[in-house]
């Protein structure tokens, strides 16, 4: 199914209609401010399994991180972050950043990797975060199984096309980027940068 939903004010019932999905372990493709992104309901592990299957990965060793609607989960998911580390979230979210954290005990077992830890992100993309508000609790995210996202996967339409028998929803928000979050480690005594993507690491820092 392809859905269209407005950038800046999404229609409610096309997103009661994602979250039903999501809540009965449904695998969604969705904007962000970044590039499109695949998703599902952290609590549904049947699902997460799903998307383990259809990227062909391992879900210990799978690198997923959680979309949040803001700060406010924060403490649900990670724990013991240091006040100049939440200061610099606070600065940089929303925004097109992937901070890595310290696990809490409510992130799903299966999701932590050896290190025990958690990926955060709050994108600066209204449906994203509309969605993760209607569902009350994060979405986990990871990027479409793709060799690398070209100018075709900027093209929602064209995502529907590949997907739409792989997935449950498709969610048309507008053409999408190529680029990726920046990701900032934030579990040593400074924050490392992981990956340069779209974010400046030295304004947040």
């Known amino acids: 199914m392809l859905l269209t939903l407005h950038p800046d004010n999404p229609n409610p019932r ?9 809540k009965d372990g449904g695998v969604i493709i969705y904007p962000t401010d970044t590039v499109y992104g ?3 309901d952290i609590s549904q592990h049947k699902a997460i ?6 990227k062909h ?3 210990a060793k799978a690198q997923f991180s959680f979309i949040c609607y803001d700060l406010s989960h924060l403490s649900d998911y990670a724990r013991s972050v240091d006040t100049p580390t939440f200061r610099m979230l606070k600065k940089a979210l929303p925004g097109p ?5 310290p696990a809490s005990r409510q992130v799903p077992r299966m999701l932590k990797q050896k290190k025990d830890t958690v990926g955060i992100r709050v994108p600066d993309n209204n449906i994203s975060r509309a969605i993760v508000k209607e569902l009350g609790n994060p979405i986990l995210s990871t990027s479409l199984p793709i060799e690398a996202y070209v100018e075709e996967y900027t093209d929602p339409e064209i995502i529907h096309e590949k997907f739409e028998n792989i997935v449950d929803i498709v969610i048309d928000g507008g053409p999408g980027g190529m ?5 900032v480690d934030c579990t040593g005594s400074e924050p490392e940068l992981i990956r ?3 974010g400046s690491f030295e304004e947040i820092v």
């Open 38 to 40: 695949m998703g599902c």
């Open 49 to 54: 399994e799903r998307i383990c299957r259809i």
């Open 179 to 183: 680029q990726f979050s920046t990701v």
């Open 97 to 101: 950043y992937t901070f890595i954290l």
């Open 14 to 22: 096309h997103l009661k209609t994602i979250v039903e999905c999501l």
């Open 57 to 59: 990965i391992n879900p």
């Open 196 to 198: 340069e993507g779209l």
